[in-house]
């Protein structure tokens, strides 16, 4: 067990290490028989909010005339140096004492020790292991829970505590598993990451309630899953979530295209809290040509219940809101000089009268008979061919076709008209998914992928509705 100790307590401005600040730090330090203990409030140089006030006890009067960090980060820097830094939560601890060291353009490194993962090691039937269940089960003495060096005290006596009652062959066991594993959250059991397999996949974080607050996906889950509580020290996310998660669950694939597309799923159907890219756009729309006369095309805005997106044709863009969609004609309309009133932009004044582009030389006058409205539709056409969508290129239902030689699996990802059915590994799987049929909304982030995997022509390909094999590249446009 290291016998240079330093036992860590702070409070800050608010939660976030990467802008909120320290406003007061406790230490004790201990070396053999030797205990010193320090402490100092902090003028974070900024103001405390108000329920921070509340809830720490410490008020932007009492930190004015207060040291800033730099002028104390030499005496704590003497303090924590070669020592085993201690404290409950001491990811937190740790990441903000860090932050600030960064702030200085000085480096902190320092072996890390959080007495709550400890407590739930040596102590799994209990079910709080917070500092104030601590006091309550040990009869710790507390003499003022506002000040930090009471707190940095208190997990000091926890540890004697241990000692005493576990003795040291048993705690200098825990200690050596947890250094020696990569930091996991408190609340998660250590031993998890051996648990989930290094293959592709896709994970779910869980918080309390059971709420599902994140779901990712990897082709190297163990891995990406350890990245995300590696990272926590440097990301507010990565923070959030290790403070928020109480269980992780996993569903494994057979490959990159299905841990894809069934995150993309899982998003939309379960909106996790952390999760923003990859939302359902549930005002999904596209841009329509339709001719109103000979020679004559308008754009008309056409949502998911006007048309089939996935074998319609003359379909041009697909954006998560109808003021996306007229913000990116409007766009357009500027670059190539094409008349608002024609696209339907703007209303004309009155009959005959041009545009109000037109009278600035922004629209070459298709409005007022200037330009030929052949000519127009030809450029507005020409304009928006980069946005336009694939056409499903097949009589029927595919199905996608992964396999892990070295797991000797197979996958079908099961796609008709551009929307994903579901993923099977058997031929009843696809049978049951093929009944399902339309179930299946058009989702803009799944035909993004589709594309992109169709386009590379690297996975085999089946035509589901007479099994028929083909394996051909298909030239399909690039994703929008």
């Known amino acids: 067990m290291a016998d240079r100790l330093a036992f860590v ?20 330090t201990v070396e053999g028989d030797r205990v010193a203990t320090w402490s100092t409030l902090i003028n974070p140089q900024r103001s405390i909010p108000e329920y921070i006030e509340q809830l720490t006890g410490i008020r932007n009067e009492q930190v004015i005339a207060a040291p800033a960090f730099a002028e104390v980060a030499e005496a704590l820097g003497d303090r924590l140096h070669g020592r085993l830094l201690v404290a409950h939560h001491a990811r937190f601890a740790y990441a903000f004492v860090r932050s600030e060291y960064r702030r200085l353009g000085q480096a902190f490194r320092a072996d890390l020790l959080c007495t709550v993962r400890l407590s739930r090691r040596l102590f799994p039937e209990r079910e709080s292991h917070s500092l104030g269940s601590l006091i309550i089960r040990y009869g710790l003495g507390a003499n003022d829970r506002e000040r930090s060096l009471s707190d940095a005290d208190l997990i000091w006596q926890f540890w004697r505590r241990l000692l005493r009652e576990r003795g040291e062959t048993v705690v200098n066991d ?67 979530l ?12 057979v490959g990159e295209l299905g841990a894809l597309l069934l ?68 766009a357009i309309a500027t670059e190539q000089a094409l008349c608002p009133i024609i696209l339907g932009l703007e209303k004309p004044v009155q009959p005959g009268r041009p545009c109000f582009a037109h009278q600035v030389n922004k629209c070459r006058g298709a409005c007022a008979g200037k330009e030929a409205i052949g ?23 595919i199905g996608l076709v992964e396999r892990d030689e070295r797991r000797n699996l197979e996958e079908v990802h099961v796609v008709h008209a551009w929307r994903y059915l579901g993923s099977a590994r058997s031929d009843a799987g696809i049978d049951a ?45 690039r994703p929008l």
């Open 174 to 240: 825990a200690i050596r598993q947890q250094l020696r594993r990569p930091g996991l959250p408190p609340q998660l059991a250590p031993e998890l990451l051996d648990e989930i397999p290094d293959s592709p996949g896709v994970y779910r974080f869980y918080g309390e309630g059971d709420a599902l607050l994140y779901v990712g996906k990897s082709i190297h889950l163990r891995q990406r899953v350890r990245s995300h509580f590696a990272s926590d020290l440097r990301a507010y996310k990565e923070m959030r």
């Open 9 to 28: 307590a702070l409070k800050t401005t608010g939660p976030n290490p990467l802008r909120d600040r320290i406003t007061e730090l406790g230490v004790v």
């Open 263 to 330: 995150e993309s799923r899982l998003i939309k159907e379960s909106q996790p809290i952390h999760n923003r890219r990859l939302r359902r756009a549930s005002e999904l729309c596209t841009w329509q040509l339709a001719q109103v006369a000979e020679g004559d095309y308008r754009p008309r805005l056409a949502s998911g219940n006007d048309c089939d997106f996935g074998p319609a044709e003359a379909l041009f863009g697909l954006f998560a809101s109808r003021r996306e969609a007229i913000d990116t004609l409007r």
């Open 242 to 253: 290790t403070q928020e998660v109480r269980r992780i669950d996993w569903q494994q694939t």
């Open 433 to 477: 998914l093929l009944h399902q049929g339309t179930a299946a909304r058009f989702d803009r982030d799944t035909y993004r992928l589709l594309v992109t995997h169709l386009g590379k022509g690297q996975l085999q390909l089946r035509l589901l509705h007479d099994e028929a094999r083909i394996s051909k590249r298909i030239s399909l446009p």
């Open 375 to 397: 000519l127009h539709s030809a450029r507005l056409h020409a304009a928006l061919l980069p946005l336009q969508l694939a056409t499903w290129p097949y009589p029927g239902a």
